[in-house]
Nanobody, 128 residues
Framework: QYQLVESGGGLVQPGGSLKLSCSDS????????IGWFRRVPGKSREGIVC????????NYADSVKGRFTISRDNAKNMVYLQMNSLKPEDTATYFC?????????????????????WGQGTQVTVSS
């Protein structure tokens, strides 16, 4: 069964940084657009950034623009989310998702239901 795996979450102070990673079980991440989403208990899943399979197109939500950076290294089968200037409101469970549609990024960032595969999530807590 195809799976995505997130890593790199943790506890960080406001203003700090974390780098999340997303990999997969099939060594085929370079075939997919990848999106990062986050969810706070009681709220719907929020799309925050995505990147297409070649890394030539990205789309950022306004809430993270200028602070977060998505990148991918297809040779290593990895996608990264560098998060800087973290705020308490960034506290959430972060998920990576994959989809093979050429329209997935940027078009479907606001449509979590359109993404085919998901990881289990990694918790990010921003607190002093």
């Amino acid at each position: 069964q195809y799976q995505l795996v997130e890593s790199g979450g943790g506890l960080v102070q406001p203003g700090g940084s974390l780098k999340l990673s997303c990999s997969d079980s099939g060594s085929s991440l370079d075939s997919w657009s990848i999106g990062w989403f986050r969810r706070v208990p009681g709220k719907s899943r929020e799309g925050i950034v995505c990147i297409n399979e070649r890394g030539t197109t990205t789309n950022y939500a306004d809430s993270v623009k200028g602070r977060f950076t998505i990148s991918r290294d297809n040779a290593k089968n990895m996608v990264y989310l560098q998060m800087n200037s973290l705020k308490p409101e960034d506290t959430a469970t972060y998920f990576c998702a994959a989809d093979y549609s050429i329209s997935a990024c940027p078009t479907y960032l606001d449509s979590p239901q359109a993404w085919a595969y998901w990881g289990q999530g990694t918790q990010v807590t921003v607190s002093s």
